[in-house]
């Protein structure tokens, strides 16, 4: 006859060795998207807004009132790190929020950006 621990040992011989919690904090560690990168801005630009072309009529899209449409222009930083230097498209406010000469950390994900596939930052912190 089995004693308790026996019957305990044997009802719990195919359990999982890790909890629920244990797993989802693995998987979440395991597909982590996450880019961090330290540098210093070397060069801030802006493009020229392009207009926006109908593809039927070939012709620039106009406003109701009659005002040519434009794309938003492109916010560019430069950014220079140790070993390289590289330049990544910002959304308007974190451009706003860079000065030429200082570092910061940047923090986003991989991402598709117009068929390529790099890093998105989505947000900078001055490092002091």
């Known amino acids: ?7 305990e040992q044997l009802e719990n011989f195919d359990s999982p060795k890790t909890s ?16 961090l990168l330290a540098g210093t801005v070397t060069q801030l630009e802006v493009s020229q807004p392009s207009p926006k ?3 039927k009529t070939n012709q620039q899209v106009v406003s109701e ?5 434009f794309w938003e222009p492109f916010y560019t930083a430069s950014i220079s790190f ?38 998105v930052f989505h947000d900078a912190q001055a490092i002091v």
Do not use: C, W
């Open 1 to 7: 006859m089995a004693t308790k621990t026996q019957t």
């Open 20 to 35: 629920a919690s244990e797993m989802m904090l693995f998987m979440k560690k395991y597909n982590r998207n996450e880019v």
């Open 53 to 55: 072309i109908d593809k």
């Open 65 to 69: 009132d009659g005002t040519p449409q």
């Open 82 to 119: 140790e070993g390289g230097m590289t330049r990544v498209n910002l959304s308007h406010g974190v451009f706003d929020s860079l000065q030429q000469g200082e570092r910061y950390l940047f923090v986003g994900a991989m991402g598709n950006a117009f068929g390529k596939i790099q890093p």
